[in-house]
């Protein structure tokens, strides 16, 4: 072939894809006029009756990313009906790109929850990675609301506050694919971490500078969370008579109620994960405030991270709130949540008691091994911590290397054997095996998994604390 | 006799080995396998893949044996033309088919995960197009071109598999043999029209520029690509082996990353790399359009260019025909299981035999003409011998 | 005399030449030529040295012991025509064949400066001219070898440009200096009034956006590429040099690299890539994803980037397009127009084009500020300007219409075309496609000086080694 013969093709090749780029559906380019971004989305009701919320970042025409946000709600017979209506609604196609926080309802049912994350990854609509949380004490639709009242920019607070909780705190954290891979294990459990909205007028009348507006960080400022803490959860308690468990703070109660003679107590500051924030805890506290005031003032309200979980499993359609100790104890053993604050409290320390010593993780390798010994199913937890102390004062007194850190180790290890023995305990009562230990049996011990009994696994816990300096 | 020029290096054909392996594999293959076999598709691919790198094995010792002609010159010179030409067609038509498999996947992998408002019709054009180009193009500028990519797609799949690795949960991909020994093995049988990539490597036979680690380079890529493989299969069980329901084709090969990259308020990072990925996927679709297109260029006495254009409009039409990519590869597990496999291992064998024959020849040829050399060396240095004896005796006389 | 006169009344004009006849000695001689181009004062010292002669026999003694001007020879007759166009004088001896030409060219030329597309902080900064004999000097005198070859042509059937391909013997592939004189003379064309007449005939695609023959400006750049077995020409009245073989990563090296340290060079040259590729395919990008990928940008940058096209009533690709015509007319009329009014023009095209059409909400300040970086960045490889601002305009195109999909297919596209593009027999993509591990300490890296011990493979050239050096013991 000659060679301008060959060139010609090739123009005529060129010409051909230019053509096929221009016969590209040009009609239906998407324009952020027509468009916006939806950021967290709520759902409430059962199959039949679903209320969709979300909250949406709406461009508007002013430089920076400022407040642009929305939330819009809509109801359908189904989930897909509701989704739909919502853009009718809005008169807006919604983005689910950057969907980062579905919240159910409170109350929401199993084969329910099951359905609707479902729904939402298969469509394309949530992605495997966004995270899942319950509202344990308000409708989705609440919460989202809230959560929009919350950041002056309001577009990703709520993820934000997830995703910093995630990577910054030693607290659980469940996304769609997770959630449905567990619930769909042997075990045919899941957890979902609780956020919840708070009564902030109650808060404040007691004084209560609250986990959203900073608490954490200084001695001062945590003796005085462990006091709201304790206050809070009283409150509570008398709020929601007959329910199992305290939600945030409350811990120095129930560790003495569990704990018996034991005077220390741990846990996970879930709740500080705001206050870790630093600068935007604090902004986020101050503007929770501020559209509380807009809200009217009958009903002030602001959203918490609440150091429990609900979970999902077992013969039970409806959810089950674990309290603050069986949640420490997922908490544990979960290998994906690996930094955070634990802190003991009341501890006998040189004669002394000191009311809190905190310490951060710095590591922590949980080992589950599963075998049968004797026909029991045998359980072994080895959970392998690193920790470095927050009040570095301690380390200063010269007892601190021969006695004191053993001590202190040894206390911390205390608290992981307790927290999660009350956890197995708990999924034991429950009959849910949210610790997935059936799975675990089913997955590398056959011979426990043919006859599987929860309520017969023998569990060992070995924790192993290091202090690190 | 292949222009020296027009050869690959041992460097290209490394990379042209690697993406091969890679590209249609990591696409769709580990969807498909884990809605068939759950856990045990990895056990399903290990075998495959071992059987095929049996194949590339024998691939390569062809090519290390084949003298400097084309497979087509080896394969009329020891069979004849005309069983050459039916050969060469079925090789023609095969890979097609494997460019058409591909040419779907590529277009459903866009469509879910990146244009979803677009019509999959429009989609195909722009890649039929890609596969015109390439068609009509040179062994060489392939070779080049996946050497060129090469270290940006092995970065891509390197950071992917970071991602992915730190993210996963590789625990929930046991137990296996949940489906027992006979189901994988027939499970993993129906999907023999993804594997066989390195059959393709029949129109580099003769074209490679073969040195001392030709062998080597070849066997590094194609572990290296089923290790590859194999780990994102492995990621994909971790993932999605409890919600085999939940995998949607095309969705899901990102959806792993996704999940892994958990928070998507800083962008999809893993979007951006999954596209510099599949450049790897369009150098092989480009190299299976070129092998068809080389193909029928030995059976049809047509210019590369009209039969490239030829291969792509067929493409195009297929494509169009096929809507969708679900019923394509219903197709490929439901009715070429059974050809592929036995193509997949026939073609290296036959390769194989063909080059060893041609070896043989041509070593006898040379032996042969060697004596004959001899044979006139020893005459003429006889007939010397006699001169010089003449020579001698005229001295003599 | 008889030739004077035919030479004469062969030009269309024949009042063009001058013809001055004299005696020498006893004999008659006639000078002619062209006043424009000759030096009235050599023309002077040639006609009283000729009167002063006594005696004269022939042209060799005219040449030898009469005449005393340095450049000058005896020639043929038909040589004649074409010296006196050249700027030379030509003396006929009455009755004698042959005549002598006497160089008394005289023509202004510029002086030797700094060429602005090639300017270095470091360096040397002559620069070429029009003049091809001081093109050819400033070469010369930076290769001080007998191997220099230069070969001269005439090319233009009227224009008799002369044109010169130099190399160094031993250095440059026989086979390619072959190629590129065998190329150079098939040309037949009326006249050449640039070296990049030439371009076309030295590409195997000349219809390619990319080039396949590279351009200096600069003796320095000229001799250290004739040291690497390339092949130079040059034309006369052109400033630049054509170097082939040429490969695509030259397009980012700069002449001040070698002059650098080796970390700065490498750094300067990574940056050049990276500005290049941002300038080609951060429109079409940002047009992709802001057309169909919204998941792909962080949400704040989202958010930010859509609350500045709210109310703008283009769609992102017809909006780039937009900008990027602008901006091409803002450079094209800054090129052409009278540089008095280059300030103004700037003003207008910044301030009044560019913040008041974003005021106005005809266009995005995103959209200015993504053409402006690719733009900016458009020069940081001055050869290439015209193809990435072409490319630019095509992936903003694919973008546009096929998002990543397009993107990444065009990429590839792209790829496996500049993979089959050849110059001159050494592959465009050298020495990364085909890989040259030898030639890669030159190619984005810029190793030691010392460390670059051989020629580029790719170039071909026979004489491999260009530099040994041990370090010399202390003690």
Partial sequence: MKRSKKILIYKLSCFLFAIVLLMLPQRSLPQSDIQVLATVLGI?????????????????????????????????????????????????????????????????????????????????????????????????????????????????????????????????????????????????????????????????????????????????????????????????????????AEKSGGENAQNEEQSGDEKESGGSSAKNSQDENGDSGSGKASNGKKSSGGNGGGEKKKLVAADSIAVYGGDKEEPTVLNTLATRGVVWQDTHSNYGLVELRNVLIDGQTVPSVSARLAGKSVKKSVKVINGENVLTYKIKVKLKLDDSHLCVNPDFFGILKDKLEKEFESVIRNNLAFAVQTSKETGIDFLGIRDRFHKFCRKGAHNFDLTAVVVHIEPKVIIQT | ????????????????????????????????????????????????????????????????????????????????????????????????????????????????????????????????????????????????????????????????????????????????GEYGIKSIASD??????????????????????????????????????????????????????????????????????????????????????????????????????????????????????????AVGVALFVLLLLWQSTSDLQAFAVKYFAVPAFIFQIAVPVFALIITAAARRRKKKNLDASSALQNAAASKSEAAFCDAKEKGAECEAE | MERVKAITESFELPSTL????????????????????????????????????????????????????????????SDATQKILSGDAIIFLDGASGCIVVNAKKWDKRAVTEPPTETVVRGPREGFVEDFKTNITLIEKRLRTKKLAVEKLKIGREGNTAVAVLYVGGIAKKELVKEVISRVKALDIDAISDSHYLVPCLEERPNSIFPQVGTAEKPDVVASKLLEGRVVVLVDGSPI??????????????????????????????????????????????????????????????????????????????????????????????????????????????????????????????????????????????????????????FTLIGGLGGLYGLTLGVTILIFYLSSLNSLGAPCLAPFAPLITNDLKDGIVRKQLLTLGTRPEAVGSPNKRRLRWSKRKNG
């Avoid at chain 1, 994350?117 to 995270?131: D, N, R, T």
């Avoid at chain 2, 993406?19 to 498909?32: D, Q, R, S, T």
């Avoid at chain 2, 989609?123 to 060489?140: A, D, E, H």
């Fill in chain 1, 44 to 244: 409430d009701g059962t199959n039949g009756d679903v209320m969709v919320s979300a909250q949406l970042a709406v461009p508007v025409a002013q430089t920076g990313d400022g407040k642009a946000s929305t939330v819009a709600k809509a109801t359908g017979g189904s989930i897909s009906e509701a989704l739909e209506n919502l853009e009718i609604g809005m008169g807006r196609r919604v983005n689910f790109g950057h969907l980062s926080t579905v919240a159910a309802g409170k109350g929401m049912l199993l084969s329910d929850i099951k359905e609707f994350v479902s729904y939402l990854m298969s469509s394309g609509k949530v992605g495997p990675g966004a995270y899942l949380v319950y509202c344990a004490q308000s409708t989705a639709s609440d919460f989202i609301e809230q959560a929009q009242k919350m950041g002056e920019s309001s577009d990703a607070e709520v993820g934000n506050f997830i995703a910093f909780n995630k990577s910054g705190n030693h607290v659980t954290t469940a996304t769609a694919l997770k959630f449905l891979q567990t619930l769909h294990s042997t075990s045919g459990a899941a957890c979902l971490p609780c956020v919840q909205l708070e009564d902030e007028n109650s808060d404040s009348e007691q004084g209560d500078t609250s986990v959203g507006e900073g608490r954490g960080g200084g001695s001062d400022s945590q003796e005085q969370g462990e006091e709201n803490g304790s206050q809070t959860s009283e409150k509570r308690k008398s709020e929601q008579e007959g329910k199992e």
């Fill in chain 2, 188 to 309: 993993s049988f129906k999907h023999a029209m993804w594997f066989g990539d390195y059959s393709s490597l029949v129109v580099v036979l003769g074209a490679v520029k073969r040195t001392k680690r030709t062998v080597a380079a070849g066997v590094v890529a194609g572990v290296l690509a089923s290790l590859a493989v194999m780990f994102y299969l492995l990621g994909l069980t971790a993932s999605f082996s409890n919600v085999c329901y939940l995998i949607r084709f095309g969705q899901n090969v990102t959806g792993m990353s996704h999940y892994a990259l958990g928070d998507v308020m800083q962008g999809r990072l893993d979007v951006m790399l999954f596209c510099l990925w599949t450049v790897s996927v369009l150098v092989e679709a480009g190299f299976y359009a070129f092998a068809t297109v080389s193909c029928l260029n030995n059976v049809l006495p047509v210019k590369k260019e009209i039969l490239s254009l």
């Fill in chain 3, 18 to 77: 001058v013809a001055r006849e004299f005696g020498v000695g006893k004999k008659k001689a006639a000078m002619l030529f062209h006043p424009d181009m000759t030096d009235e004062l050599i023309l002077r010292s040639v006609l009283r040295a000729c009167s002063l002669a006594n005696k004269c026999s022939g042209y060799g003694e005219l040449l030898h012991e009469i005449l005393a001007v340095s450049e000058a020879e005896i020639a043929d007759d």
């Fill in chain 3, 241 to 394: 040099a054509l170097t082939v073989p040429f490969l695509l990563i030259e397009d980012f090296h700069s002449g001040e690299d070698y002059y650098e340290r080796t970390s700065f060079a490498t750094f300067l040259r990574v940056l050049r890539i990276i500005a290049i590729s941002l300038a080609i395919f951060l429109p079409g990008l940002y047009v992709a994803d802001l057309t169909y990928h919204y998941e792909v940008v962080p949400l704040k940058l989202l958010i930010t980037v859509l609350n500045a096209l709210k109310g703008i009533p283009l769609p992102p690709m017809w909006e780039i397009l937009f900008i990027l015509l602008l901006f091409e007319i803002i450079r094209e009329a800054s090129i052409r127009m009278p540089k008095s009014l280059g300030t103004a023009m700037s003003i207008v095209g910044a301030l009044v084009l560019g913040d008041t059409a974003v005021k106005a909400g005809i266009i995005s300040s995103p959209g200015v500020m993504i053409i402006a970086l690719s733009s900016i960045a458009l020069y940081t490889a001055p050869a290439l300007v015209g193809t990435s601002s072409l490319l630019r305009v095509l």
């Fill in chain 2, 1 to 176: 006799m292949v222009e020296t020029e027009k050869r690959i290096s041992t460097a290209q054909l490394f990379t042209v080995i690697f993406i091969l392996g890679m590209g249609l594999k990591i696409l769709m293959l580990p969807v498909l396998m884990l809605k068939v076999l759950g856990r045990d598709s990895v056990l399903g691919l290990a075998a495959m893949g071992v059987v095929e790198l049996l194949c590339l094995g024998a691939m390569l010792a062809a090519i290390m044996l084949s003298p400097e002609k084309s497979f087509y010159d080896l394969v009329s010179e020891l069979a004849g033309k005309i069983a050459a030409k039916i050969i060469f067609t079925v090789f023609a038509a095969f890979f097609f088919f494997k460019l058409v498999l591909l040419a779907g996947e590529v277009r459903v992998f866009f469509s879910e995960n990146l244009l979803q408002n677009f019509s999959s019709t429009v989609y195909s054009i722009p890649l039929c197009g890609l596969c015109v180009v390439i068609g009509m193009g040179t062994l060489r500028a392939i070779g080049r071109a996946s050497q060129f990519l090469f270290p940006f797609i092995a970065a891509a799949t390197l950071c992917l598999f970071v991602l992915i690795g730190m993210g996963v949960d590789f625990s929930e991909m046991f137990p296996f």
